[in-house]
């Protein structure tokens, strides 16, 4: 089993900031993982980062905007997100695996375990 605990939400304006954190524990994982999810929509990707070696991917819809890190030695894993917009208001979930090049890692098939979720606020 991998716990994960986010925290950093909240309520923020258009054009600001939050930093989202995800820590981790329990089992050993490769790969970790933002999702998010507006009500009425289905859950989207939004990054992943390979606990590895660090490389990240974004979704198309916040690449410049948000950046991905880890802190390998506090197994916590940081989403920056910079200029923030209306349709970025969501749950946001961490989820923790394995990274496969064998797998789509933007699919939440990919991830076993997740985390609560936090919501993120954006006022327009």
């Not at 925290?7 to 258009?14: F, I, K, L």
């Not at 980062?49 to 991905?68: E, H, L, Q």
Request: charged share 15%.
């Amino acid at each position: 089993q991998v716990q994960l605990v986010e925290s950093g939400g909240g309520v923020v304006q258009a054009g600001g900031s939050l930093r989202l954190s995800c820590a981790a524990s329990g089992r050993t994982f490769s790969a970790m993982a933002w999702f998010r999810q507006a009500p009425g929509k289905e859950r989207q990707f939004v990054s992943t980062i390979n606990w590895g070696d660090a490389s990240t991917a974004y979704t198309d819809s916040v690449k410049g905007r948000f950046a991905f890190s880890r802190d390998e030695g506090k197994n916590t894993g940081h989403l920056q997100m910079n200029s923030l917009k209306p349709e970025d208001a969501a749950v946001y979930y961490c989820a923790a695996g394995l990274w496969s090049a064998a797998k789509d890692m933007s699919s939440w098939r990919a991830y076993g375990y997740w985390g609560q979720g936090t919501q993120v606020t954006v006022s327009s």
